[in-house]
C-alpha cells in the first residue's frame, strides 16, 4: 500500500457499455456475500445482478476465479403512491446476504419503500418418466397408460431460478437507506429518516418500531437517521448515525423503544474551522461494524474515522479522505455534489479501510502502517491483469508529471458504492455504470 509499491492487479471489469449511461443503469449498491463467493450489485432500474467467483482452473491452481454474471432478475418495479401522490422509484437502496442455511442462497434487497426476500436456487437435473403426462408435459389420455414406469432424473443445462419469497412492505413513511440483518438470522432491521424497524423474516404484515426520532411538531426537526447496522456478533446491539455527525449505540435489551441510547458517540467540533458549511461536511453517510464488533467505522464528507466502542468522546482514527476540497466547498455546494454519500469499507483482518472519492478515485488506509493510497477505477487500467498505479492530487506550486490538478478533478465521477471480499483482498468498485472487480496478489500477504 505504499505509494511506490502497490501493485494492484484488476481480476475482472464488468463494463456494461462503453458510450451509452442511462440513468438505469447507475449501480447502487454493492455486496459481497458471506463467503465471498457471490457479489450483487443493485442498480437505478431496480435490477439485481449477481456475480459468481468461478473456480480456480486445474492447469494454474494458484490463479484465482474471476467473477462473472451468474443470475440477472428485476427487483422492484416503479410503484405510485395514490395516497400521496408520490412515484416511487425502483432504485435499489440497499441488498443484504442472509447467512446459507442449505443449498440455496437468500438476500434481501429494498427501494425506497419496499423490502424483498430472494431465494436463489440452481437446477442441472430434470426428472424424465412420467407417467401421466408426454414429454411436452400434457396429460396423457388415461385409458392409454398401461404399464407403470419410474421417473428418473436426467441431466440438463445448469440453470439459476430466482423466486421471491416475501414483500415486507408499507412499514416506513420516511425513504429506506439501510438494511441490517441481525446475527440470530431470524431478524433484521430497516431505517429510514426519523424511525428504524424491527423485522423478522417470517413475518411480513407487522413490524416493530425500535427507535423513533420524529418530533411532535415537523418544525422542531433537527436531524435525521442517515444509516445503521446490527453488532456482528451481539444480537441485542445496534448503531444508526445522524446528520449532525453523531452515532448512538442501543441495546434491546434496555428498552422496547430505544429512544434512550446506551452510548453517544460525538466529536466535539473545533471552532477554529466552523463555517457555513460545518454541519453539512459533518454528516455520516456510512456505518459500519470492524468484522471482530470492536470498532466502528464512519465515513463523513471528508473523513472516514475509526471508533472504539469503549471511547465516546472521540475517534481514535481519522484519515484525510479529499482534504484538498476544503477550498471548493462553496461549488460543492452549488453543484449540490456536497450532499453526495459515500459508504466504507474493512477488509477481511480491520486492518485497512476503504472508500470512495471524485473523478472514480478511491482512497485506501493502512491501520498499521499509517500509509494511504490513490487508486483511480478507469477503462484504461482495466485490462486484465493491469496494474493499477497510485495517483496523487495536487493543490498548486510544483507538479509532478503524473499528479492531477485539484482544477481538473471530475466531480461527475465518483465512487459512491465500495465492498470487500470478508477473507480475501478482493475489492468491487462501482463507478457510475461500470462495476470493477480488483485483485491485490502482489501485497496480499501484507493485510
Not at 476465479?65 to 395514490?82: A, I, K, L, N
Not at 446459507?100 to 419496499?114: F, G, P, R, V, Y
Not at 415537523?218 to 446490527?230: C, K, N, Q, Y
Amino acid at each position: 500500500m505504499g505509494e511506490d509499491t502497490d501493485a494492484r492487479n484488476i481480476n475482472h471489469g464488468f463494463l456494461r457499455d462503453h458510450g451509452y449511461v442511462t440513468e438505469a443503469d447507475i449501480i447502487s449498491t454493492v455486496e459481497f456475500n458471506h463467503t465471498g463467493e457471490l457479489l450483487a450489485t443493485g442498480d437505478k432500474g431496480g435490477r439485481v445482478v449477481i456475480f459468481q467467483r468461478e473456480p480456480e482452473s486445474k492447469n494454474a491452481p494458484h490463479s484465482q476465479g474471476e467473477y462473472d454474471v451468474y443470475s440477472t432478475f428485476q427487483s422492484h418495479e416503479p410503484e405510485f403512491d395514490y395516497l400521496k401522490s408520490l412515484e416511487i422509484e425502483e432504485k435499489i437502496n440497499k441488498i443484504k446476504w442472509l447467512p446459507q442455511q442449505n443449498a440455496a442462497h437468500s438476500l434481501l434487497s429494498t427501494n425506497d419503500k419496499t423490502i424483498k426476500l430472494w431465494k436463489i436456487t440452481e437446477r442441472d437435473k430434470r426428472p424424465e418418466g412420467y407417467n401421466l403426462k408426454d414429454e411436452e408435459g400434457k396429460l396423457k389420455d388415461l385409458s392409454t397408460v398401461t404399464s407403470l414406469q419410474v421417473p428418473v432424473l436426467k441431466p440438463m443445462d445448469l440453470m439459476v431460478e430466482v423466486s421471491p419469497r416475501r414483500v415486507f412492505a408499507n412499514g416506513h413513511t420516511y425513504h429506506i437507506n439501510s438494511i441490517s440483518v441481525n446475527s440470530d438470522c431470524e431478524t433484521y432491521m430497516s431505517a429510514d429518516d426519523l424511525r428504524i424497524n424491527l423485522w423478522h423474516l417470517a413475518i411480513t404484515d407487522r413490524s416493530f418500531n425500535i427507535v423513533d426520532i420524529k418530533p411532535a411538531n415537523m418544525e422542531d426537526l433537527t436531524e435525521v437517521i442517515t444509516a445503521s447496522e446490527f453488532h456482528p456478533h451481539h444480537c441485542n446491539l445496534f448503531v444508526y448515525s445522524s446528520s449532525k455527525g453523531s452515532l448512538r449505540l442501543c441495546d434491546m435489551r434496555a428498552a422496547a423503544l430505544c429512544d434512550k441510547h446506551s452510548k453517544l458517540f460525538e466529536e466535539p467540533e473545533d471552532p477554529s474551522n466552523r463555517s457555513f458549511f460545518s454541519e453539512i461536511i459533518s454528516s455520516v453517510s456510512d456505518v459500519k461494524f470492524s468484522h471482530s464488533g470492536r470498532y466502528m467505522l464512519t465515513r463523513d464528507y471528508l473523513t472516514v474515522k475509526v471508533w472504539d466502542l469503549n471511547m465516546e468522546a472521540r475517534p481514535i482514527e481519522t484519515y484525510q479522505v479529499h482534504d484538498y476540497l476544503r477550498s471548493k466547498l462553496c461549488s460543492l455546494y452549488e453543484n449540490d455534489c456536497i450532499f453526495d454519500k459515500f459508504e466504507c469499507a474493512w477488509n477481511g483482518s480491520d486492518s485497512v479501510i476503504m472508500t470512495g472519492a471524485y473523478n472514480n478515485f478511491f482512497r485506501m488506509f493502512d491501520r498499521n502502517t499509517k500509509r494511504d493510497v490513490t487508486l483511480e477505477a478507469s477503462r484504461e487500467s482495466s485490462k486484465p491483469r493491469a496494474v493499477l498505479k497510485p495517483r496523487r492530487v495536487c493543490v498548486g506550486g510544483k507538479r509532478r508529471r503524473d499528479d492531477i490538478s485539484v482544477d481538473s478533478l471530475d466531480f461527475t465521477r465518483k465512487i459512491l458504492h465500495t465492498a470487500w471480499h470478508p477473507a480475501e483482498n478482493i475489492i468491487a468498485i462501482a463507478a457510475t455504470n461500470n462495476l470493477y472487480i480488483f485483485q491485490d496478489k502482489v501485497n496480499s500477504e501484507m493485510h
